[in-house]
């Protein structure tokens, strides 16, 4: 039977390159349980010769990443499996990743109309075995719920640099899924807590670094006992409207002095038991639009995901 592909990087690209100077990386919601039932599978793999580097720095050293959906054809509310191979330039497997953030390896995914977001790992449910890391095969279970595109995105690290690629996806019947609406409120609230984003500076603009700083108060009063989750103050998933944009980012503490370091919030990232009310997030946009920002902050034990959005000049 043939299908016609469902894995497909923005504009046909399908690669992901170890970032040796700059790149981004990540972090939630647990994944569903594997079904025994036999299906069929799908590959896409793509040569750096199509690559489109989407604004970052390439070195000598190149790791692709394969991405396998089982099934084939993705169905809304049918429990699928995401199975990501991570090769060397030679084709070999990579098999020295490196634990960032208590994870091996962090996948995000998120719908089109950004109703749906999840942060999930291949150890959510079951230890990373060793097989899995001879043949650098990581698989995750989602369930989705919605027909339509979804980005599928994800994060790792080897040999002290970063790696970071983005997928998108359709998934087939019903539901389906509608369009993003605009809504750049700035003050909102999540469950217990009222949340205010501030923007500095107030205009964004593509390629320079902005700080995101969020507020979070409970009842009027200063929230002050946010817990880390995954030892960081917060994570970040940053999407742009056409899923060409994908940014994992750290929030870190007021003071902070690691700055827009992604290297440093990964490997020594010593954030407090208890913190707040303030979190700041530095980060450069790659490109105009507008864009989704989900965040993740610990609070009494659960993770609790803020939702905001920006437009960038």
């Given at each position: 039977m043939t299908n016609k592909p469902i894995v497909s990087p923005k504009k046909n690209h399908i690669l992901l390159t170890v970032l040796l100077c700059t790149a981004f990386v990540l972090s939630l919601v647990s994944a569903r349980a594997a079904?025994?039932?036999?299906?069929?599978?799908?590959e896409h793999h793509h040569d750096h010769g199509d690559m489109q580097m989407k604004g970052m720095q390439m070195k000598?050293?190149?790791?692709?990443?394969?991405?396998?959906?089982?099934?084939?054809?993705?169905?809304?509310?049918?429990?699928?499996?995401?199975?990501?191979?991570?090769?060397?330039?030679?084709?070999k497997p990579v098999q020295d990743l490196q634990i960032t953030h208590e994870r091996l390896v962090h996948v995000i995914i998120a719908s089109a109309d950004f109703a749906v977001f999840a942060h999930i790992h291949p150890d959510d449910l079951a230890p990373v075995t060793d097989e899995m890391k001879k043949k650098a095969e990581y698989p995750v279970r989602f369930t989705f719920p919605k027909a339509g595109q979804y980005i599928i995105a994800l994060d790792t690290a080897a040999a002290d640099n970063l790696i970071s690629e983005h997928f998108t996806v359709d998934v087939s019947g019903e539901p389906k899924m509608g369009q993003f609406v605009k809504d750049f409120s700035r003050e909102k609230i999540f469950g217990d807590l009222s949340v205010t984003l501030s923007i500095v500076p107030e205009k964004i603009t593509a390629g320079k670094e902005t700080t995101l700083k969020y507020m979070i108060r409970k009842d009027g009063k200063p929230v002050t006992d946010l817990e880390p989750f995954l030892s960081a103050p917060m994570h970040l998933a940053i999407i742009s409207s056409d899923l060409d944009n994908f940014i994992h980012e750290h929030g870190q503490l007021p003071g902070s002095p690691m700055g827009h370091d992604h290297m440093a919030h990964m490997m020594h990232m010593n954030t407090p038991k208890k913190f707040g009310p303030e979190i700041d997030v530095p980060v450069v946009f790659p490109g105009s639009g507008v864009y989704q920002i989900f965040s993740q902050v610990g609070y009494k034990g659960k993770v609790i995901v803020l939702s905001f959005m920006v437009e960038v000049e």
């Open positions: 079904s025994s039932e036999t299906v069929a599978m799908h000598s050293s190149e790791i692709t990443v394969d991405i396998e959906t089982v099934p084939a054809q993705l169905k809304a509310g049918d429990s699928a499996k995401l199975i990501f191979t991570i090769r060397s330039g030679e084709g």
